[in-house]
């Protein structure tokens, strides 16, 4: 496959740094064999222990979030120079608990989105209609502003750097998945608007991600849609063996 699948675990607010690195130790033998790239993303306090515990493994580190300001009077964030320190390769950015719960908007999340790219992170993107927005089938219309506001201003070289994951609302930590046919469906939809911003050829090598109650019985079906190309799972990816086998699904 020309798009090498992306498995990331967010965890969330859960697990400490101890029970950060005894989740890694015992998740790294299961996943050594897995052909996808494998991300977990603790909490920030949790960072310094998981770097410790990912060392010699292919599991690498993604943060949950980061500041678009390298330094200065912005107490209780977190900068990209010691995300980079603390060994971090992936950011997520956007997260619709993000948007909701710490007033994320897309301008924020443009911003995280071009600082990231200027420092070598990889920004994990989240874009995803609410229960209501699919009702009133908003739904495209609302991942293509989601999308463009997100990488307004990324040049075309940066591009490939940039995951997208396409989570719907209405499917986060509640049981209640998208279909495979359902999730590609919109993920293509996804994949034009990249195509309109750079090129349908740009666009067929960025890598599209799913969630939303993705689970280690759903994820085949998932991650063998045409256009998504890998997951990013919460409540699933806090249990070692369900983690590793939705990664060994890939
Ligand atoms: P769940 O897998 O718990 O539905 O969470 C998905 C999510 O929000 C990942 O970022």
């Not at 359902?182 to 991600?209: F, M, P, Q």
């Not at 109650?213 to 991650?223: I, P, T, Y």
Request: aromatic share 6%; charged share 20%; glycine share 8%.
């Amino acid at each position: 496959m020309m798009r090498r699948p992306i498995i990331a675990g967010n965890w969330k607010l859960n697990k400490t740094p101890s029970q950060t690195a005894a989740f890694i130790r015992e998740t790294a033998p299961l996943v050594s064999g897995a052909r996808c790239e494998i991300v977990v993303c603790p909490t920030a306090a949790c960072l310094f222990a998981a770097r410790e515990a990912t060392r010699g493994s292919n599991i690498a580190l993604g943060a949950q979030n980061m500041f678009y300001e390298d330094a200065g009077a912005f107490t209780g964030e977190i900068s990209p120079d010691s995300l980079l320190e603390l060994g971090v390769s992936y950011v997520i950015v956007g997260h619709s608990e993000r948007r909701a719960l710490f007033g994320e908007s897309d301008e924020i999340v443009n911003k995280k989105t071009l600082k990231a790219i200027e420092k070598r992170l990889k920004p994990i993107v989240c874009v995803g209609e609410s229960a209501l927005q699919r009702q009133l089938g908003v739904t495209e219309e609302t991942v293509r502003i989601q999308t463009k506001l997100a990488l307004a201003g990324l040049p075309a070289r940066d591009a490939e750097d940039v995951a997208i994951a396409y989570e719907p609302i209405w499917a986060i930590g509640t049981g209640v998945n998208a279909t495979s046919a359902e999730a590609n469906s919109t993920i293509r939809c996804i994949r034009a608007v990249l195509g309109e911003i750079y090129t349908a050829e740009l666009a067929t090598k960025i890598r599209i991600l799913y969630g939303g109650s993705m689970n280690a019985g759903n994820a085949r079906d998932l991650l063998s849609a045409s256009d998504i190309d890998g997951g990013l799972i919460g409540g699933a990816s806090l249990n070692s063996s369900d983690f590793a086998k939705i990664a060994l699904s890939v």
